[in-house]
């Protein structure tokens, strides 16, 4: 009777270790779907709030030309615009106002 309690203690902990991978793996399943749930609830949340705040800040800066001249002159400074330019722009601007 010894003999056939070995292979009932083998095959319960196999079973049993076979058991704590299926459902650890089924948590890291689990964990992935929730994290892609909430990646893709943060981009439409972060889609429908780019374009409400891009409305304002195109209504604002239509007639802003001191804005406009600020933006001209924080891109020669980062280096986007050269000096001329820069000149050509402000005065293009400032003819159209």
């Known amino acids: 009777m010894m003999m056939r309690r070995r292979p ?3 095959a319960a902990m196999v079973g049993g270790g076979a058991y704590a991978a299926g459902k650890a793996r089924q948590r890291g399943q689990t964990r992935q779907a929730d994290e892609e749930q909430r990646l893709a609830a943060l ?3 972060s889609a429908a709030a780019a ?4 409305a304002p800040a195109a209504a604002s800066g239509s ?3 001191v804005g406009k001249l600020k933006e001209l002159k924080e891109l020669q400074d ?5 000096p001329d330019q820069f000149e050509a722009a402000k005065q293009k601007l400032l003819q159209g106002s």
């Open 8 to 10: 009932l203690v083998r």
């Open 43 to 45: 981009e439409q949340q």
């Open 51 to 54: 374009p409400a705040a891009a």
């Open 63 to 65: 007639g802003d030309i």
């Open 78 to 82: 980062s280096g986007a615009l050269t």
